[in-house]
Structure formats: C-alpha cells, structure tokens
C-alpha cells in the first residue's frame, strides 16, 4: 500500500484503540510508545527490527524525560494525552510551560551534537511541527489532526529520509573527503620515481605514498579537532617553501614522535609548538617522502582551509582511505568497504540490540536506587566486552562497535552525572581501544584502522565532554594499538591476539569464490579444513567459519560474518557446514541475500548474507529479505538450518541419482563449436539457398533466451551425417573444419581432443520423446520457475537443464510452488539468480506419493497451466512469468495457485501455501529419506 493509504489504515485503528479509552484515562507513556511505534513502523516504513535503536522512549535529559527522540533524524516530540490542550502551560520544575516551551527546553539541554531540528507537540488527536532552522519556528507551525493525517503524512518524511539522517551527512563529507584524498595522492604519486613498477621498489614506494597521506590526513584532523596549538597549525606549516617541505616534514614527523621532555631544548619555536602523538603513527623513519612541488603543497593547503575533518566517521574514514589503494590490489585481497548500515545489520543483533533494549529499561526505571543499581550494572558490562575482527582492513566494524559502545557509556554518564556539577577525579570513562583487537594482512589498512579509531576516540571524548563540560580530558598522546596486528588471519593462531574470553568475533571475510582464488589463498583454505576432500569448492570466507569454530571451542563467544551468499546456497552448504555442526556449531540469527552497497568510490555491488553463530542456545531471529533490494522482515524461527531456513539441520549433498523413483535429469547440448553450427532465421535461409540439401540437418534450437524470450534460432546437426550425405554439400564440410580449426586451436587438451570428431557435440542429449526444459539461471524475482515441453525434433542448449521422457504429472509437480520452494533454499547462486542443478536441487528433492485420484489433479491443473499460457498469443515466459505482470494474466496466475493446491494435497499436507512450513516439511521428508 502507499504511505497514505496505510495512513489512512492507521487512523481507523487509533480512533478505534482511542474512542475505547475513558476521558482522562489513558496510559500516556505506554500508548506513546505503541502510537509512535505504529507510525514509524506501519505508514513510515521503518523496518520493525531496527525500530526499537531507531526511535528513544523517555530520553533522560538532566533529570526530566523526552516522550519521543530520534536522534539520527534530529527530531523529539512532547506528547499529551487525549485532550490536553497544547496550548495551555503546566507546571514543570517551578515554572509554568506549554509543551512546546517543555520541548525547547529538551532541545535546549541535549547534548549539542544531538539537538534536533524538528520539533512536535501532540496529543493523539493534534500534531504541531515546528522547524528550528526557521528563526521564528512558532509562525511556520504546521498543524493537523489525526484525521488530517493521511494529507499530511508527507511532512514526515524526514523520519525516513536517508538525507536527513546524521549517517547521510556524514556519508556526503566522507566523498568531499575523498575528493581532497585522491587530489593528495594525484599530486604525490607523480612525484615518486618507481611507483608504477612491479617490484619491491615499487611496493616500497606505495607503502609509504599510502603511510604518507595517512600522516597528512590525521594532522589535518589534529588542527580542525583543536589538537595542535592553533586551528590551522599543519596547514600553514606546510605553506611556507613549497620545496623545503620534503625536509620540513621529516622533522616535524621526528618532532611529535618525540616526547616533549626529550626534545631539543633549542629547536625551532614553531615545531616545538607541536604536540606529542605517539601511537606508532610517525615512528616509522624508513618511508619515503618524495620531493614536494607546488601542486602538493597547494593540495595540502586546500584541504586545510576546504574542508572541516573534524566532523568526518570514524567508520567511513576507513573507506575513504581504502579508496586510494590500487585497485588490483583490493580485487585480489577480496576487500569490500563496509557501509554504516550493513556494519549495524551484522553489530545490532550480535550484541547492540541487547545493551540497548538494557539502557532502555535501565533508563525507564522509576526507582533511583533500582535505575543507579541496573545502569551500574550496564557500565560494568559494556567496560567487560572484548570484540575482534579477524579480517578487520581499515577497521569499520572494530570502529562502529567502539563507537556504539562509547554512545551508551556517554549515555550512561549522562543518566548518572548530566544534571549535577562533576566532583570526583574519577574517570567516568571506561570503555577502551583496549577492548578491541584485529588482524588485517595489508600493512596500510592496519595503520588506517588504528587512526580511524583514535579519530572515533578523540570524537567520543568530545561528546563527553559536550556532557560534561568542567571535566577535562587528555587525547594526547596517543597509545600504541598493538592489539591491531599485522598478518595472515588464515596462518595466525588467533588466541595469540584475542583474549581467550573473548565475547564476540565480527568481520567480513574476503569475498572470494572457489574459481577466484590463489593458488596460494586455495592453499590456506584447504589447510584450514585439514585437507578435506571437498573443501576445494568452499568460498574463501568459509576457512574465517572454520577457524572460528575452532577457536571457539570451550569459550562462549557469540560470532557474525558477511559472507558471500553462495556459503549457504548449493553442494557447498554441505561441505562446509557439516564440519561445523559436528563441531557444536549452530545458527543464531542470519539475514538472507541482500545487496551489500558500500560508501566506496567503485562500489562493490555484491550479493550477500549475514550469519551470526555460537555453541550458546539463544532466541533465534531469521532477518528475510524477500529480494536482495528489499528491506529485513524479521521472524523468530524455531531453528535455522544452513539454508538459512526455518527447518531441521539437514544437509543436501550433490547427488548422482535421483533420491524417488522419478526420470533422469541432464544438460541440454553442448555444441563447443565457436558459432559456427548455430544460425538465425536469416542466415539459416541464405545458407538453405545456397546448399538446400542441408535443410534435413537444421533443427530448431532452444537455449535459454530462445526459451524464455520467444527468440528463434537454428542448429545445424552433422553427426549422424555419413561421407557420402555430405559429398554433395561443400558448405556443410565447410562449417565441420571450421569447427574442427576452432578446437585445435583451445588452450584446453579436452577440446582439442573433440577435435576428432568435429561433426559431434562435447554434450549430446537427444532423447526420442518429450522433454520438459527449464533455463539453468533462472532470475529470483520470479516465483515460479518456467518450464515447457519441447519434442525429439527441437535440439536443447546446455544453458537449459532437460527432463528426457517426461509426463505432464513431472511437469505439474515440477513447476508447483513446493518445487519451486525448494529451488529457492537449497539452489546455488549466479549474483541473486537461482542456479539450477540436477545433483543438488532435482535429485534431492523428495516427490509426493500422490494416490491415483491425485495425481489425476495434479495433470488436470498442470495441463490447464499449459492452456492458459497457450491463450496468451505474444507473450514470451519471460512476460508471463514476470512479478510485475501478473495482473495481465490472471488465468494463467490462477491456474498455478490450482496446481500449487492439487500438489499441497498430495503432500498430504496443508499449509495453505505457507512457504516456511513447505520448506520445513521438504526438508523433514529429506531427512526421513537420508536417515541411513
């Protein structure tokens, strides 16, 4: 439905839930959560598993309650009951105020960095929304009633507007800053002499260019962060002589390497006046700095003077700088910049969800002693938990998970202390980078992921310090972050950089398929699974599953990776998780297929799934993304298998023969013959005019376009062909020693071995009766599968997978929503396309024993799918069979849901076409039949 439309959904509901309440009774903080709840998530769209981080419920703010605060999109709301006149003040800590004064004064107190925009005073039955970028936000109210609210429901769209969202505007700097790194890098680059090489020189060189702009970027974080004596310290250092800065900043690079109290007493006043940084950030003097120029000089100046790198993330920081690595490098590494939203979908129900569903409670209990007791409680939490990222590259999870914990901690400091003057010396902060450890095997993302989190660090303290502004705190030095290591995570023994008690293990391993890696990566894979026969076919990111479950064992840590989709689809579910379930591993949350954007310049559009894992039991939480563009809908199945199902464990494995007494499957053809015995229309004519004697060896041929697409073309098949058919047809032996000359010509020794027998297909599937064909890539928008049956006279492709003497009850069963179903849980993956095989989809997939009425139905309803489809002149599968058109053919749409019942039946089963519990019940069958 449209915004207005549920809108309109939502007023009936509220005016019904509102009219039951007697006048003056109704429970204001409880229905305001349920109200605005219902808002967000019902007509604004707000995914219903992120609405409880989304939204605050009585923000505490010195010692007074925000009704309703989103912070992300700047706005807070005073809600009334029913009937409170918006206009008339109350009294509120000696005084008398409206609410909209009661909601100034919220906005007046937040802390500076969360004050909002938008402002909104309600009773149920009024909404008033004021805009504090106005000068006078009274004059430009905008005022409707909740009947009005359907017309209105527009000026609400900044609640789910990713543009005005903190992360938006955080993301927009992250490019403006990408356009001051890359005219950096430009402008140095040009000035090293080897860079362009393929030698050690060479990597030498990269290495220090990318340590070098890493040291510029954070010194011009340092001046725009009041770090350095003056606002605009580095950049007019290096302003002056352009071609003296080589020399100059080697030394100032030496000079806040060194402690104050080791300096030279007589150096120059202006590097003395820089401060002491520490970290190991400048303590390498083997870089090479080139020769400076104008051009760098002037870079470095505007960035300076351009830009405002103090309000830069932490966590996208990482991919700005990522940005400027080589991009053959990061292909071959496997490295994809993470977004902040993907970051959250992987950290939130690995642990962010539950400290925050905490600080709530903690937050909402009336009791001071209870509240001071559950936020102590919290405090000593949050300081306990360790994280590590065993693929950390430049940080973004290490630095959203510090940054997260670093929020509630200001939180609870807030709670504790935002409303008196701070006393005691204690420091009220004790969440640390401690807490943190990575491995990352590129020596530049180490140093980025290191300085990304000192930035969120120094960030944080600021917000503190924004809470409490007599307290002082000292940033600098820096402390070396010795926990984020260097190395190989698949040839590291990770207990020598985690903590054995470590709490949780995230990161998103390198996306690297089976045919994609190394010989070297294909050699720690195997390694990792102790050389097991069928680990060759396993994604790289599935040796990250393995090492974690070793690591795992005897701790319990609770672990979240992004993987490629593929580790959970097709025969590799088999061969990697069964390991893993033998090892006590089992599936705590998941999300399904989901397109994994990132902030990058060349973003990474990768398709791909998030498994969060343990030996602990938890509630499960299944987050379903019907497509890969399609917001989460949140389940709470009972289990989820490797399929990332709802049903049993149980693992398909590939499979020779069918496990029911049902037809074989195969390809279709597979010609290998460059081009030369396939034909359109047109050039199967002229061939036929110059050579009409070959017309008996043309045969209609159906490959997957010609298949779904209604397209048309030709094959000319020579392999029953005798010597003496083809003396009299020239052209034919022509095209056999082209095909022939093709083949020789292979790098592969087995084609140039069919170039024996140039008149004969690699594959040659050519059966006398029916066969029903389907393409073998099949898009996921579509619900059902196209099949058709084609006679001996037509000759499939092998981009189809063929039934060879098939009925119309295969084709019925076949192309019923149970099949279908089962495509959609255990088939392998091109990008999001269904990968259609026979060993691990057709010959596992358990039949109906359908009793002869039933199956009578069953090829009454498949036949009248044919029927209806062969009334729709002009239409391809690919129309019919398309989401979006299926409103033009309502027959053909009712008849499938016909042969989905008539098949349901003979399952013996009903679920009224609930595809969880078809799912379920298919993989319980299978399991009945593999039991042995």
Known sequence: MSATADAKEFVRRWKGILSAVPEGKNNEQQDTAKFWQDLLVNVLGVPSSSVATFVDFERKVRGRRIDVFVSDHHFLCEQKSVGVDLDKPEPRQGRMETPYQQAIWYAQHLPYSERPRWLMTCNFETFRLYDLDEERPEDGMQEFTLDELPDYVHMLSFLTSKETSRLHKEQQLSIEAGGYVSK?????????????????????????????ITRIIFMLYAEDADLLQSHSAFGDFCRRDPHKLRGRLMELFRV?????????????????????????????????????????????????????????????????????????????????????????????????????????????????????????????????????????GSGNFLTEAYRQLRTIENRIIEDENGDQTVLSLDNPIRVSLDQLCGIEINDFAVAVAKTALWITEEQMLRKTQEILPTYSFDFLPLRNLSNIREGNALTTDWSEVFPSDLTYLVGNPPFLGARNQTKEQKAELLSVFDGAKNAGNIDYCGAWYMKAARFTQGKR????????????????????WKPLVDLGIHIDFAHTTFRWDNEAADKAHVFCIIVGFSREVSKKRLYMHESPDAPEDLRFPKNINAYLADAPDAFVWNRSTPICNVPKIGIGNKPIDGGFYLFSDDEMVDFLKAEPGAKQYFHKWIGAREFLHGESRWCLYLGNATFSDLKALPRCRERIESVREYRLASKSSPTRKLAETPARFHVENMPKGNSIVFPRHSSERRKYLPLGFIGPDILCGDANTMLPDATIYHFGVLHSQFHN????????????????????????????????????????????????????????LSDMYDPNNETFFPDLMRAHRELDAAVEVAYGVDFDGDEERIVAHLFNLYAEKTAN
């Not at 925050?356 to 937050?363: G, I, K, P, V």
């Not at 959970?568 to 579910?573: A, H, K, R, S």
């Open 821 to 876: 179903a089962w495509i959609r849980t255990v088939a392998g993956r091109l990008k999001s396309d269904y990968r259609y095989s026979g060993g691990v989809v057709y010959n596992n997939f358990v039949w109906p024993e359908p009793t002869d009425a039933q199956r009578g139905e069953i090829e009454r309803c498949a036949q009248a799918v044919l029927d209806a489809r062969a009334a729709q002149e002009g239409a391809t």
């Open 256 to 392: 806040i390497d060194t402690p104050v109290t080791e300096r030279d007493e007589y150096m120059d006043g202006e590097l003395a006046a820089f401060p002491y940084v520490n970290g190991g950030l400048f303590s390498d003097s083997s870089i090479v700095i080139p020769q400076m120029t104008d051009e760098i000089a002037q870079a470095i100046v505007d960035a300076s003077e351009g830009f405002m790198w103090r309000d830069i993330s932490g966590v996208i920081f990482g991919g700005v700088f990522e940005g400027t690595l080589n991009p053959e490098t990061r292909h071959a590494g496997g490295m994809h910049y993470t977004s902040v939203e993907n970051i959250e979908r992987c950290l939130k129900p690995l642990f962010l969800d539950e400290l925050w569903d905490e600080l709530h409670r903690a937050e909402g209990e009336r009791s001071n002693a209870k509240r001071k007791q559950m936020l102590n409680a919290l405090h000593d939490k949050i300081a306990s938990i360790t994280i590590g990222d065993p693929a950390c």
């Open 557 to 576: 840590t609770r672990c979240a990776l992004v993987s490629t989709n593929s580790i959970c689809q097709g025969e590799q579910v088999a061969n990697l």
């Open 184 to 212: 950096l890098y430009d402008a140095l680059s040009k000035q090293y002499h080897h860079i362009d090489g393929d030698d050690e020189t060479a990597r030498e060189e990269q290495r220090s260019l990318n340590v070098l």
